[in-house]
């Protein structure tokens, strides 16, 4: 048999093997595509041609849900309240948490592992368990009906979270810049803020877009939080169009539509940081 025949059977063996996983890739592909197939030409139907031909293209595709749900569920100022909320999630999530991550990753304290296990705990148990605490609390506090509550809230819930992703991320970055820099004078928060977070950009990264996710489309909270209708996020404005007897599932559809636009171009410009993330997190030991 020559080296060519060889050759091109080793080549056929290499793509045969790799077809179970083009193949569950092209079915996972399918399965993500899909949904948003269906959203999109939703987005111009009325409920009567969603329910007539769901996976057919609209008669017309013009923006009449889209002004429709914009209006109506006055999305404008809901829209304002979701981005004070999921922004102020972040900002805080990212700072309390690099402030805890930093001394559980740069200090070799006994109690470390004790208190990443505790930071690890938060993530392990489910908080809608204690939604009836935690609204007592609320109450109590004052914070009832107000963004403010919402912004301490998710911060809470995201926190463990976060200081795991950026402990681990810490964790690996040489002991030298601590020490050169206490040389030079710089105090822990400098240390912090403008050595090693920067340093560790890509652990931002992930946690603001996967707080901002998770923020942005919550709608349990606001639903038991918020009493007013000027506090309402967008998720909680959107059900507006869910009745009990009718749904009107073109302005559904359309709102849904409108509310992903933010996320996804937050997604745009952190995935390549994202994907960096991603990969400097295999890496580690």
Not at 14 to 43: D, E, K, M
Not at 152 to 167: D, E, G, K, T
């Amino acid at each position: 048999m020559s080296a060519l025949a060889i050759s091109d059977r080793a080549a056929i063996s290499r793509q045969l093997a790799r077809l179970p996983g083009w193949t569950v890739l092209a079915v996972w592909t399918a399965a993500v595509l899909l949904p948003l197939y269906i959203l999109v030409v939703s987005c111009f139907k009325t409920t009567a041609e969603i329910y007539a031909t769901r996976l057919g293209l609209p008669q017309s595709w013009a923006l009449d849900n889209f002004v429709n749900a914009w209006t109506r569920a006055d999305l404008g100022h809901n829209f304002i309240n979701s981005l004070i909320v999921t922004g102020g999630a972040v900002v805080l999530t990212i700072v309390v948490s690099a402030m805890a991550a930093y001394p559980l990753s740069r200090y070799r304290l006994g109690w470390n592992a004790v208190m990443l296990g505790l930071f690890l705990s938060g993530i392990m148990l489910p908080i809608r368990l204690a939604s009836v605490e935690l609204f007592t609390l609320m109450r109590n506090l004052g914070l009832l009906d107000s963004l403010t509550g919402l912004i301490l809230v998710y911060s809470a819930i995201r926190i463990p979270f976060a200081v795991f992703i950026f402990a681990n991320f810490m964790r690996v970055l040489p002991s030298e810049l601590d020490e050169a820099a206490r040389m030079d004078g710089a105090g822990e928060v400098r240390i912090l803020f403008q050595i090693i977070l920067p340093m560790v950009k890509p652990a931002v990264s992930i946690v603001a877009i996967f707080t901002a996710i998770a923020v942005w489309n919550d709608f349990f909270f606001p639903l038991i939080f918020i009493f007013d209708d000027r506090h309402k996020t967008v998720p909680l404005a959107i059900s507006v169009f869910v009745g009990q007897f009718r749904t009107d599932w073109g302005l559904v559809f359309a709102s849904l539509a409108i509310s992903m636009a933010p996320i996804l171009i937050m997604y745009c410009l952190l995935a390549r940081q994202i994907r960096e993330g991603v990969g400097a997190g295999g890496g580690m030991k």
